[in-house]
């Protein structure tokens, strides 16, 4: 059985990073203060300055797809694969999962789709653990829509996201993590490391990157010794400094990584300093 893998743009903004696999993706939507919305892909991002009037302090907010868009993307798929597996956007960020679960109720998707009811896994996570399914699905370990569901289920508290807004305010002005955003947004020059997951936690509060960047290293030291991928997230408009200050950290510890942008949708709720880390187990 040849097995699709569907995630979207609250997963990776770049279709690129997924290329050559089963996986794909669709985007999402962002939405202007005119109610005008576009399709959350890297060219409409660029082509209408997103990123510039989130720092400008324009409200974006953002939506799902609609269950137009997904039945359409469903059916593509199923051009390809006997099956597809869609991972959404966490529930406590979107009502992408519902509508995924709706959409693939329809007669038409019987035993050809499968949602996974995810409200553990977030961010570059998403695509972490799609491009864990996607070797396993090859290499002929998962071969089927169960156990790959099983697979996610069994290996989802194995993967680790972990976010430190760049703009608290924003963040708390969109409803999300409120109440331990609440406790910190009036201590001057605070920084926030906030584990999401089902419930987002606070992980940690202080004044510099490096420092929270630290408590994710004691993640890795603690959790996943030597096997583990750790993937460092920043936007086009994080400042050089924050970057470096990072990638040193880092680097001081012998941590390995790789980088990649903060998924668009995370940057209109977050702002553009935002910064992310995914750790998944090997």
């Given amino acids: 059985m040849k097995i699709g893998i569907l995630i979207d743009s609250a997963a990776t903004s770049n279709p690129k990073e997924i290329e050559g696999t089963q996986i794909e993706w669709i985007p999402l939507h962002v939405t202007f203060p005119n109610n005008t919305d576009m399709l959350d892909t890297l060219e409409n991002i660029e082509k209408h300055d997103v ?127 409120t109440g331990i955003i609440a406790t910190v947004l009036n201590i001057f020059k605070t920084k926030l490391l906030i584990r999401w997951a089902a419930k987002p936690e606070k992980e940690a509060i202080g004044r510099t990157y490096s420092g929270l960047t630290e408590k994710v290293i004691a993640h890795i030291e603690k959790d996943y010794k030597d096997s583990y991928r750790l993937v460092f997230m920043s936007t086009p408009l994080t400042s050089a400094k924050t970057c470096a200050n990072i990638r040193e950290t880092l680097n001081n510890s012998n941590i390995k990584f790789t980088e990649a942008m903060v998924p668009s949708i995370y940057t209109v709720h977050a702002g553009v300093e935002s910064v992310a880390f995914a750790i998944m187990k090997k």
């Fill in 51 to 177: 990123l510039n009037r989130i720092a400008n302090g324009e409200m974006l907010k953002t939506s799902q797809a609609s269950p137009g868009e997904l039945e359409a993307k469903y059916d593509e798929m199923l051009t390809k694969y006997d099956h597809v597996v869609h991972i959404p956007i966490p529930g406590n960020l979107s009502s992408m999962l519902q509508t995924a679960f709706m959409t693939a109720r329809d007669e038409k998707y019987a035993g050809k789709v499968s949602v996974y009811d995810n409200n553990d896994i977030a961010a570059m996570g998403i695509t972490e653990m799609a491009l864990a399914l996607n070797e396993k699905t090859i290499s002929g370990e998962l071969d089927t829509p169960e156990k790959m569901l099983n697979y996610i289920e069994e290996n989802k508290h194995a993967t680790y996201v972990g976010i430190i807004p760049g703009d608290l305010k924003k963040l708390a002005s969109g409803g999300r993590a």
